[in-house]
C-alpha cells in the first residue's frame, strides 16, 4: 500500500486539479487489500480449525464473548462469538454488533 499512496500523494501535489479523481481510485485500492487481509485470515482460520465455516463457528461458539479495553466497554457491549460475529465482520459492522 505505500507505493501507492506515495503515488497518489506526488500526483496530488503535482496535479492539484485531478486530486479529485485520484483519491477514489486509491480507496478503492484500499478497500480491496482490505478485503484481501481479510479473505486470507478467513483462509488461515478455516484450514487451522478443521477446513469449513461450520468448523470455525462452532470453535468460535466456544470461545468466551470479546472483552474491550475500558474505554471502548463504555460504548461497545462485549461481542459474542459465532456464526453472528463472523457475519458481523464480513458486513464490517463490528461496532453495532446487537443480537
Known amino acids: 500500500m505505500v507505493p501507492i499512496y506515495g503515488i497518489d500523494a506526488w500526483l496530488a501535489l503535482r496535479f492539484r486539479d485531478a486530486r479529485d479523481y485520484l483519491d477514489p481510485i486509491r480507496e478503492c485500492y484500499e478497500a480491496f487489500v482490505i478485503y484481501s487481509f481479510y479473505a486470507y485470515l478467513m483462509a488461515y482460520l478455516q484450514d ?5 465455516e461450520a468448523a470455525l463457528n462452532e470453535h468460535l461458539m466456544k470461545k468466551p464473548p470479546m472483552k474491550h479495553f475500558t474505554v471502548v466497554s463504555w460504548f461497545v457491549e462485549p461481542w459474542p462469538m459465532g456464526e453472528r460475529f463472523l457475519f458481523e465482520c464480513k458486513k464490517s459492522l463490528g461496532g453495532r454488533l446487537a443480537l
Open 48 to 52: 487451522s480449525v478443521g477446513g469449513d
